[in-house]
């Protein structure tokens, strides 16, 4: 029996990638207009060796880059990349189709929801607050929490114990097989994977489930409860 579903935030619940690339394109020509003398190309670039370098979190992606281009880190161009790159990822914030109406479809249902995220806690509360889930959930789990990401299974582990959950009596969703759907499944936790949200051009997947579309978890789960209490 399901008792609980656990997410995967980024490229699961919302197109984080599709936002991200948008927002940065958007502080690179905010900052271009602001007097910064490199062309689109060269930014582009080497903003890309910045989140390579120290993640795709990294806060202080801007700084760095005007660091690098420039020697020094003039606060008026700063300030356009910022504010650019800020209302732009607001605008691109929005959870994929069906995403609340199956989340509070699976809360109605009874199941405890949860969240694991290799996003740092302020980010991921961040999002969720936005997209005005903040409340739905029963467990968030962020890096911060236990100081790894998946698939270690200490994050997987801590999502278990605050739901009070079984592993085989909890689905975890996600979209990548390496981190979401094996780091969870290494833990003896059931596997949904979020095709709709791949990134990757995965393949094929050792998932229990495939989502085409995450409205799918609702049969998912129907079924798999039927006749059991």
């Not at 936002?19 to 930014?43: F, P, Q, S, W, Y």
Request: glycine letters at 6%.
């Amino acid at each position: 029996m399901i008792r609980a579903v656990v997410f995967d935030l980024d490229n699961t619940l919302v197109d984080f990638m599709r936002m991200k690339r948008n927002a940065v394109e958007a502080g690179i020509r905010a900052m271009i207009d602001a007097g910064l003398a490199h062309t689109a190309e060269e930014i582009d670039r080497t903003v890309n060796e910045i989140y390579e370098e120290q993640g795709i979190e990294y806060q202080r992606v801007f700084n760095m880059l005007l660091e690098r281009l420039t020697g020094s880190v003039e606060h008026k161009i700063l300030a356009a990349g910022i504010i650019a790159y800020r209302r732009a990822r607001e605008a691109m914030l929005v959870p994929y189709p069906h995403v609340h109406m199956t989340l509070f479809r699976l809360a109605r249902m009874g199941l405890k929801l949860g969240i694991v995220s290799d996003a740092p806690q302020l980010e991921a509360w961040l999002r969720l607050c936005y997209l005005n889930l903040h409340h739905i959930f029963d467990a968030v789990v962020t890096f911060e929490d236990t100081g790894l990401r998946k698939p270690d299974p200490a994050p997987f582990r801590r999502v278990l114990s605050l739901l009070g959950t079984e592993p085989n009596e909890t689905l975890m969703v996600g979209d990548w097989e390496e981190r979401d759907i094996i780091g969870a499944a290494n833990v003896g936790m059931l596997t949904a994977f979020a095709r709709y949200g791949d990134t990757f051009g995965t393949c094929t997947t050792s998932a229990d489930y495939e989502l085409p579309d995450i409205r799918r978890l609702i049969d998912i789960v129907r079924e798999a409860n039927e006749g059991k209490g």
